[in-house]
């Protein structure tokens, strides 16, 4: 196995006043040129795993235990400033608001340019390099359009802009934040399409938080479940679909509304995600699990191997065809 | 631009039609006959019929106000009876006074304003912001004639670094303009310094609370760039409203401190013609500073386009 591009050991990231945990022992690795999909119900993280990567967590949150190691690098013990370096040239990342993630009083080529300025290109060949860049990003008449500013640009056409931003940065590892939430079901579409072709082409290091289980089938390699800031099951894309071990993963499998079929009552999880600081004491998604025993509340279980390429935090996985103990062999 | 230029500028004539309206009026909205105004009681019916003949009174109301308008369109704003000349004259021999004040006042403020609300806002809670806003607090309470006389005590009677008041005319002497003006100018921009760096703190706050700041840190920007680059550029549009309020008031309003400093201003004279029931001084400077009003909202408003690329499309 190749040395992963980006390791997460043990985060932990904590409210600064309560001492309420948002995410808790997280840990993940991410390969050179492998998209990692990051899926969980709003409320179970994926944002500040995001941003805790990136070095960008709000003040009222602090990481308080964990490493995050960037291409054999680690970040936690680093100053801000060494952060700040990495970011714009290492890590990239796109977020989900395109309406506002973008400066409204600046021409949005100059917006890609000064990230490119930043790493030392010149002024003329910096304008030369997002004309290009909004080429590769499939923004027509790109000529024109850097001179844009951003309510000049359709949504779609401004996370292309943000797209452009991020690969301005050549980054090793790039951060999709649901870049596709906030569009048009059709553009969502064009977007994803636009991803996974750079991803190729460029062979880029995507981590791509969604809650859209759809998407992730589409581009992700692996899968991370989280469920209310802790790992539920980390698998390969196809063992996430095909025999999810967590009974959370699969509970949200069976919320996907499907055409088959008569038309029915839609499938949901019943109950909602625990808020921070009401945590409770067991497996944290125990009081919503349909296959609870008494033994989930007493403590969170640990994230286990439960089979080839997939591990999933749960006392009792579902297991596969054959019995479990053959598979840990 | 052509037509929102156009379109400002509509607005701006309706105003000035209302205003000169208004203006016209004065002189029938006092008690009595306008007359008895003018001339003492003890005049005599001759007299006032004489003054009547003089002032137009005895023409229909609606033959007045047609002279009236006629008058003012050619920039005839009257004759003062006090002063025993034309109004127009006297106001523009007076402006270059007021707009030096003004312009000084205004850069100062604007200057140290928006300086000292970065400060404050890059150091959020902390104790330059206190320190900012603690000193913007004491300009915005301190009465601005109190602090002119204070200042003419400390600098112009103690230490004898400026006069104590008086104005000398850029083209005679500029570094007695510089001595003459500086004073009074402080005085106005402590006053306006405080409500602008309040304004560009509160501003600033809330634009670094936008998503595209974080965008700017995740492209790994230094945090100045940030602050001057994405940070500023935007929080200057309130800003500006802020900016032309204050520019209208310095204009039209720094009556006080040109009495205290002796400064002979426009703002003295209004002042003066309605102390004496001067009325054609009271009706030309009612327009005047209607237009002064209009002319700063109409910079601001094109300022507006050039600060936010949004503003054009409209």
């Given at each position: 196995m190749t040395r992963p591009i980006l390791e997460i050991k043990g985060l932990t990231t904590t409210l600064a006043n309560s001492k309420a945990t948002v995410l808790e022992d997280v840990s993940f690795s991410l390969q050179p040129g492998e998209v990692l999909g990051v899926v969980g119900e709003?409320?179970?993280?994926?944002?500040?795993?995001?941003?805790?990567?990136?070095?960008?967590?709000?003040?009222?949150?602090?990481?308080?235990?964990?490493?995050?190691?960037?291409?054999?690098?680690?970040?936690?013990?680093?100053?801000?400033?060494?952060?700040?370096?990495?970011?714009?040239?290492?890590?990239?990342?796109?977020?989900?608001?395109?309406?506002?993630?973008?400066?409204?009083?600046?021409?949005?080529?100059?917006?890609?340019?000064?990230?490119?300025?930043?790493?030392?290109?010149?002024?003329?060949?910096?304008?030369?390099?997002?004309?290009?860049?909004?080429?590769?990003?499939?923004?027509?008449?790109?000529?024109?359009?850097?001179?844009?500013?951003?309510?000049?640009?359709?949504?779609?056409?401004?996370?292309?802009?943000?797209?452009?931003?991020?690969?301005?940065?050549?980054?090793?590892?790039?951060?999709?934040?649901?870049?596709?939430?906030?569009?048009?079901?059709?553009?969502?579409?064009?977007?994803?399409?636009?991803?996974?072709?750079?991803?190729?082409?460029?062979?880029?290091?995507?981590?791509?938080?969604?809650?859209?289980?759809?998407?992730?089938?589409?581009?992700?390699?692996?899968?991370?479940?989280?469920?209310?800031?802790?790992?539920?099951?980390?698998?390969?894309?196809?063992?996430?679909?095909?025999?999810?071990?967590?009974?959370?993963?699969?509970?949200?499998?069976?919320?996907?509304?499907?055409?088959?079929?008569?038309?029915?009552?839609?499938?949901?999880?019943?109950?909602?995600?625990?808020?921070?600081?009401?945590?409770?004491?067991?497996?944290?998604?125990?009081?919503?699990?349909?296959?609870?025993?008494?033994?989930?509340?007493?403590?969170?279980?640990?994230?286990?191997?439960?089979?080839?390429?997939?591990?999933?935090?749960?006392?009792?996985?579902?297991?596969?065809?054959?019995?479990?103990?053959?598979?840990?062999? | 631009?052509?037509?929102?230029?156009?379109?400002?500028?509509?607005?701006?004539?309706?105003?000035?039609?209302?205003?000169?309206?208004?203006?016209?009026?004065?002189?029938?909205?006092?008690?009595?006959?306008?007359?008895?105004?003018?001339?003492?009681?003890?005049?005599?019916?001759?007299?006032?019929?004489?003054?009547?003949?003089?002032?137009?009174?005895?023409?229909?109301?609606?033959?007045?106000?047609?002279?009236?308008?006629?008058?003012?369109?050619?920039?005839?704003?009257?004759?003062?009876?006090?002063?025993?000349?034309?109004?127009?004259?006297?106001?523009?021999?007076?402006?270059?006074?007021?707009?030096?004040?003004?312009?000084?006042?205004?850069?100062?403020?604007?200057?140290?304003?928006?300086?000292?609300?970065?400060?404050?806002?890059?150091?959020?809670?902390r104790w330059p912001d206190q320190v900012v806003m603690t000193v913007a607090l004491f300009g915005l309470s301190v009465p601005d004639f109190w602090l002119g006389i204070m200042l003419i005590l400390l600098f112009a009677v103690k230490l004898g670094f400026f006069p104590t008041g008086g104005y000398v005319p850029l083209g005679e002497d500029p570094l007695g303009w510089l001595g003459s003006i500086f004073m009074p100018a402080m005085t106005l921009a402590v006053i306006q310094v405080g409500f602008i760096a309040r304004m560009t703190r509160a501003s600033m706050?809330?634009?670094?609370?936008?998503?595209?700041?974080?965008?700017?840190?995740?492209?790994?920007?230094?945090?100045?760039?940030?602050?001057?680059?994405?940070?500023?550029?935007?929080?200057?549009?309130?800003?500006?409203?802020?900016?032309?309020?204050?520019?209208?008031?310095?204009?039209?309003?720094?009556?006080?401190?040109?009495?205290?400093?002796?400064?002979?201003?426009?703002?003295?004279?209004?002042?003066?013609?309605?102390?004496?029931?001067?009325?054609?001084?009271?009706?030309?400077?009612?327009?005047?500073?209607?237009?002064?009003?209009?002319?700063?909202?109409?910079?601001?408003?094109?300022?507006?386009?050039?600060?936010?690329?949004?503003?054009?499309?409209?």
């Amino acid at each position: 196995m190749t040395r992963p591009i980006l390791e997460i050991k043990g985060l932990t990231t904590t409210l600064a006043n309560s001492k309420a945990t948002v995410l808790e022992d997280v840990s993940f690795s991410l390969q050179p040129g492998e998209v990692l999909g990051v899926v969980g119900e709003s409320g179970s993280g994926k944002s500040m795993l995001a941003l805790s990567v990136m070095g960008l967590l709000p003040k009222v949150i602090r990481r308080t235990a964990g490493y995050i190691i960037l291409n054999g690098e680690d970040l936690t013990g680093s100053p801000p400033e060494h952060w700040r370096e990495k970011r714009g040239r290492d890590l990239a990342m796109i977020f989900q608001e395109p309406m506002t993630a973008l400066n409204p009083v600046m021409r949005v080529g100059d917006q890609v340019a000064e990230v490119l300025r930043r790493r030392g290109v010149p002024a003329e060949k910096a304008r030369q390099e997002t004309i290009n860049l909004f080429m590769q990003v499939e923004i027509p008449s790109p000529e024109q359009r850097v001179r844009a500013y951003p309510h000049e640009l359709s949504g779609g056409m401004r996370q292309r802009v943000m797209i452009a931003i991020a690969l301005a940065a050549d980054p090793k590892v790039l951060i999709a934040d649901e870049p596709t939430t906030a569009l048009d079901v059709t553009v969502q579409a064009q977007i994803l399409d636009l991803l996974r072709k750079l991803q190729r082409e460029r062979g880029l290091s995507l981590l791509f938080i969604t809650h859209d289980l759809g998407v992730i089938a589409e581009i992700a390699d692996r899968v991370l479940v989280l469920y209310a800031g802790r790992v539920a099951e980390l698998a390969s894309v196809r063992k996430i679909f095909d025999s999810p071990q967590h009974p959370y993963t699969r509970a949200l499998l069976a919320s996907i509304p499907q055409t088959k079929g008569p038309r029915g009552r839609l499938v949901t999880i019943e109950g909602a995600v625990p808020s921070v600081g009401t945590m409770p004491k067991g497996c944290r998604y125990a009081p919503r699990c349909t296959f609870r025993r008494d033994i989930c509340e007493q403590e969170p279980p640990r994230l286990g191997i439960v089979g080839p390429s997939q591990a999933a935090a749960c006392l009792q996985p579902f297991g596969f065809e054959q019995p479990q103990e053959e598979a840990l062999a | 631009m052509a037509r929102f230029l156009t379109k400002r500028l509509a607005g701006a004539f309706v105003v000035l039609v209302l205003v000169s309206l208004m203006s016209f009026s004065i002189i029938w909205l006092v008690p009595g006959d306008p007359t008895a105004a003018f001339l003492d009681t003890s005049a005599t019916p001759e007299q006032v019929e004489r003054l009547r003949r003089e002032l137009g009174l005895d023409q229909p109301i609606f033959i007045q106000m047609l002279e009236w308008y006629g008058r003012i369109l050619q920039g005839d704003l009257g004759h003062s009876i006090l002063l025993n000349r034309s109004v127009t004259a006297a106001i523009l021999e007076r402006l270059p006074v007021t707009l030096s004040l003004a312009s000084i006042a205004l850069a100062l403020a604007l200057l140290a304003g928006i300086s000292a609300g970065i400060v404050a806002a890059v150091n959020h809670n902390r104790w330059p912001d206190q320190v900012v806003m603690t000193v913007a607090l004491f300009g915005l309470s301190v009465p601005d004639f109190w602090l002119g006389i204070m200042l003419i005590l400390l600098f112009a009677v103690k230490l004898g670094f400026f006069p104590t008041g008086g104005y000398v005319p850029l083209g005679e002497d500029p570094l007695g303009w510089l001595g003459s003006i500086f004073m009074p100018a402080m005085t106005l921009a402590v006053i306006q310094v405080g409500f602008i760096a309040r304004m560009t703190r509160a501003s600033m706050l809330e634009i670094l609370n936008q998503d595209f700041i974080r965008t700017a840190d995740a492209k790994g920007l230094k945090r100045m760039d940030i602050m001057l680059r994405h940070g500023l550029p935007n929080a200057l549009v309130p800003v500006l409203t802020v900016a032309g309020i204050v520019a209208g008031a310095l204009l039209g309003g720094a009556v006080i401190i040109e009495q205290v400093f002796s400064i002979p201003g426009v703002g003295r004279l209004i002042i003066g013609g309605i102390l004496s029931r001067d009325y054609p001084v009271i009706q030309g400077g009612l327009l005047f500073l209607a237009v002064i009003y209009l002319a700063v909202n109409l910079v601001v408003d094109i300022l507006y386009a050039f600060v936010d690329p949004r503003v054009r499309l409209e």
